[in-house]
């Protein structure tokens, strides 16, 4: 390929962070390629506003089908392709769900890296390769952590999460491949997955405040977050790759708050009391739960110079406006088509 632009391969493209991280990566002039799992229903929502510019950044996206789980086509499209960046975010990122489907979780999230690995050594691509690693696989060690903390997973995801850490560390020993962990802590957004703590409760307090629910269901309340943005956190995976030699980074903002503390901020954004709506349901519990994760980003901050630019009570403050808006939308839009009907 002949293009003059850097290329970027994005697995998970059509996730919350792998729409921003397009999005980044089109805004600094790249040739973005995503890799979507076919499907009957459209699944792509989150990059309707990219494909809207066709003029500018839609026109350099391409979106190609394939899955984790498939080693050939994954090699073919790598040595198609010759991207100069891959960032691996495509996994089963559910924690409570990945107890209730350890195989497919290890299959997808840690074998899935494997493959991607292997891809990349079998096409003899020169790349840089970006592993989305995760604050779970810290698991139950106490914080701060950082790069030197051990791992104790405490959940089949965590588990499969630390297997895909170690083959990327493996790689980059064996075969000289620029290869990095990005040990990234929770971070949300406005396009947060609706199965996610953080935005099943921000789109409740919506439905609430608009009088279509009454309460909200979920489990351990007592659980600690280092919670930031997911702009903030897809910037510093471009960072890691630009650097001279690969290295691990964890990314956090350093502070962390209960599960109780996210309601506070949600509910009290509308003027609502969480305690008339909330209710414990012991289904969410989590087999073995992780207490508290609160990151130290201070490495990163030293030789990426990343540092975080929402902090918790604006990142609530964003999920709930945000979905407010879009239930508002969506209500409004029912009221068109039933004026138009009628």
């Known amino acids: 390929m002949t293009n003059s632009r850097p290329r970027a391969l994005i697995t998970g493209i059509s996730g919350q962070d792998g729409s921003y991280l397009a999005e980044l990566l089109l805004g600094k002039g790249y040739e973005v390629h995503g890799l979507i799992r076919r499907s009957s229903s459209f699944n792509t929502h989150r990059l309707d506003a990219i494909y809207r510019d066709p003029h500018e950044a839609g026109a350099h996206l391409v979106l190609h089908y394939g899955d984790l789980s498939d080693g050939v086509s994954l ?55 970006y ?44 075969y000289g491949l620029f290869a990095v962990n990005g040990i990234l802590f929770n971070h949300e957004s406005e396009r947060r997955g609706e199965t996610f703590v953080s935005r099943k409760i921000t789109r409740a307090v919506a439905r609430i405040k608009a009088g279509l629910q ?18 903030d956190y897809v910037r510093a995976m471009w960072m890691m790759l630009q650097q001279p030699s690969p290295d691990d980074f964890v990314i956090a903002t350093g502070e962390s708050h209960t599960v109780r503390e996210f309601l506070d ?57 945000a979905d407010i808006q879009l239930l508002e939308d969506e209500l409004a839009g029912r009221l068109v088509g039933v004026d138009r009907e009628g």
């Not at 009454?214 to 702009?231: E, F, I, M, T, V």
């Not at 349901?281 to 990151?295: A, I």
């Open 75 to 129: 090699t073919n499209l790598i040595r198609d392709l010759q991207p100069h960046e891959i960032y691996h975010l495509g996994a089963q990122s559910h924690v409570r769900v990945s107890f209730d489907i350890p195989d497919y979780t290890a299959q997808t999230t840690g074998l899935g890296t494997l493959r991607i690995l292997e891809a990349i050594r079998a096409s003899g691509v020169h790349t840089r390769f």
């Open 265 to 321: 901020h949600a509910f009290g954004r509308v003027g609502l009391d969480w305690t008339q709506h909330v209710e414990i349901d012991p289904r969410y519990y989590r087999p073995s739960e992780v207490d508290h994760l609160r990151g130290d980003a201070s490495k990163a901050a030293r030789i990426l110079g990343w540092e975080p630019s929402v902090r918790f009570p604006e990142l609530v403050a964003r999920m709930v406006d």
């Open 131 to 174: 592993q989305a690693s995760s604050s779970e696989m810290f698991g139950a060690e106490p914080p701060p952590q950082n790069e030197e903390t051990p791992f104790h997973p405490r959940s089949p995801y965590g588990a499969a999460k630390v297997f895909a850490y170690w083959i990327t560390v493996n790689f980059r020993e064996a």
């Open 214 to 231: 009454d309460h909200l269901y979920l489990g351990n309340l007592d659980a600690k977050r280092d919670w930031g943005y997911a702009r």
